[in-house]
């Protein structure tokens, strides 16, 4: 039976009822920061705290904001009340920011270094001064409020079939029926229904990246690739390692990629996979059903996570007590998922577009494996060691997705189920690292070139298209439908650069799990202890306290290869 956690996140330094309805409900508690003496060590570690708490506050009112926008799309009040935020709120807080972080490094004291946490606290807030400048808060204003629009364009998009009107997720879920004629016809009515929207996502992505640029001049860089690279606090890692990634990636994971098409295209009996044949299975194969309602699923994860470790289900029935859930797909919901942390008080919401899938499912683990990562985390004293990296976040969550499998038969009555949900989580989890070395080359070229015309873009993608697409998958008189793929993924309108972190994550991810298969309950006390470090420690020091090595490293991607394709056939696959 899982227990309500008792969240140590208390509202402090604000009153108990503030809200936030205009500027001025916030300015007085800037100024009250502003105005204080730091000369003393008891001072200066109050002021951070208080801080903390102020930001912490803002934090969450936007949170909410952009939570309530994302689930109903439809809501013009509450998309108002969001770009109230982005547009009167922001372009004030900004330059606050800016001095308080001046007054904090100013008054830092001697030997502040010896604190692991607070020397990264300092690392980002000399960055984030290295960004700062007043002239680019109307263009980032600008920017926010452009990506936000992705949302409302692809959560407005629907196709009919069959008499009945479906999003996009939902009709995601035919792909998987074993008549092929009705896999292509929804392949194409979904296709179609992204093209009518193409220009505008072109029109979009131009003044996208054109924003970006400007302002990575603005702030005195050569490219926006530096600029976010330093504004994501990428302190252990660059471009020339996300280089090497691709270049592993394409030669030792895309191999391996092939052999599991080539696995699908003889159970369908095909000689080759089209792109609606990627999630089909063959007519006397069902569909893998999870759950088949919102309730269940949770009910389901909360039983699951909790085997894991009892904490873990502890965390996602908090959150159902909260009502921290909005899982199923339906009309007018933006699209993708995320796992919202609320800084203030404490336990994150989960957002998603669920259709009963195997994928829905690996989509809940992965969220709760954030939500956990929030809760473990929300105990810090200060909100800038909660803001977790992403690369440790996607840590978190992928580590999950693998971990869950343990527990597959809480979802699937069968042992032949069971069997077919852990290949298919394995392959994803190795299926989806060419597509983010292809997005992740993707972003680099749109920003080494902010010029570029939308032919030039279009042949970029197609050209990596085919470097990481393999020898698996036939897209043959389907070129225009290949050139705006890219158009699919939300993190290039919304959060660029933000994708690379998962396939880094995934290694790591692959990594936890063979040590959790080799070490048992050890591996999964280092797996929580390195989550409940948050941003204290750098991101190649978490990795290690979970015991793994971040980065691409060759000889350890061959040995993860080595045991994910062992454990397969055990499971009577490859």
């Not at 364009?153 to 196709?159: N, Y």
């Not at 032919?455 to 070129?479: K, P």
Request: hydrophobic share 40%.
């Amino acid at each position: 039976m899982a227990n309500t956690l008792d969240l140590p996140c208390k509202r402090s330094f604000l009153p108990v009822d503030w809200h936030l309805h205009r500027w001025e409900d916030a300015a007085v508690w800037y100024k009250q920061l502003e105005e204080r003496d730091l000369s003393r060590t008891d001072s200066f570690e109050a002021f951070l705290r208080d801080r903390s708490a102020l930001e912490s506050a803002l934090d969450e009112d936007l949170a909410w904001r952009y939570i309530r926008m994302t689930c109903n799309t439809e809501d013009e009040q509450l998309r108002a009340e969001y770009e109230f935020f982005i547009g009167s709120i922001y372009p004030e807080m900004a330059p606050w920011t800016d001095r308080l972080n001046r007054k904090m490094l100013a008054a830092v004291p001697d030997g502040y270094a010896s604190d692991p946490a607070l020397a990264l606290w300092v690392r980002r807030v000399e960055a984030e001064i290295r960004l700062y400048r007043y002239e680019n808060i109307s263009l980032i204003t600008e920017l926010k409020q452009l990506e936000s629009r992705y949302g409302a364009i692809a959560g407005a998009m629907s196709v009919q079939f069959d008499g009945q009107e479906l999003t996009i997720p939902q009709a995601g879920v035919l792909l998987k029926s074993p008549d092929r004629t009705v896999r292509e016809q929804v392949w194409h009515l979904m296709a179609e229904r992204r093209g009518q929207d193409a220009e505008v996502l072109d029109e979009l992505m131009d003044r996208l990246v054109d924003l970006r640029h400007r302002i990575a001049l603005g702030a005195g860089f050569d490219s926006y690739i530096p600029y976010r690279f330093l504004e994501l606090g990428r302190f252990d890692y660059d471009s020339t390692d996300c280089l090497a990634f691709h270049e592993a990636i394409r030669t030792m994971v895309l191999p391996v990629c092939d052999r599991f098409h080539a696995d699908r295209a003889g159970r369908l009996d095909l000689d080759r996979l089209r792109p609606w044949d990627t999630r089909a299975e063959p007519a006397d194969c069902l569909a893998l059903t999870p759950f088949s309602s919102e309730e269940q699923l949770v009910e389901r994860s909360i039983r699951a996570f909790g085997a894991i470790d009892p904490y873990f289900g502890d965390c996602l029935h908090t959150m159902r007590e909260m009502g921290h859930f909005d899982l199923y797909s339906r009309k007018g919901k933006a699209p993708g998922g995320y796992n919202y942390p609320l800084m203030e008080t404490g336990a994150p919401f989960i957002f998603m577009n669920a259709a009963g899938t195997i994928e829905d499912l690996e989509t809940m683990m992965h969220e709760g494996g954030h939500a956990v990562h929030s809760f473990l985390t929300c105990g810090l004293p200060l909100g800038a060691y909660r803001q977790l990296p992403s690369e440790t976040a996607e840590l978190a969550s992928m580590s999950m997705e693998l971990l869950a499998m343990e527990q597959y038969s809480v979802f699937f009555d069968r042992a032949d189920e069971v069997r077919r949900a852990r290949y298919e989580q394995l392959q994803r989890s190795l299926s989806v690292l060419p597509w983010i070395a292809a997005i992740d080359m993707f972003q680099h070229w749109l920003y080494a070139n902010p010029g570029h015309t939308r032919v030039e873009r279009t042949a970029q993608w197609v050209d990596i298209a085919a470097r990481f697409g393999g020898n698996g998958v036939d897209w043959s008189q389907l070129d225009s439908q290949l050139g705006r793929q890219w158009q699919s993924q939300l993190h290039l309108f919304e959060v660029p650069f933000y994708y690379i972190e998962y396939g880094f994550a995934q290694l790591g991810a692959l990594a936890v799990w063979k040590r959790r298969q080799e070490l048992g309950a050890d591996a999964l006390a280092d797996y929580r202890a390195a989550l409940a470090l948050g941003q204290t420690r750098s991101v190649r020091e978490v990795y290690a306290r979970a015991g793994v090595v971040f980065g691409a490293e060759p000889e350890g991607i061959r040995s993860l290869l080595r045991f994910v394709e062992g454990y397969l056939e055990d499971l009577g696959y490859l």
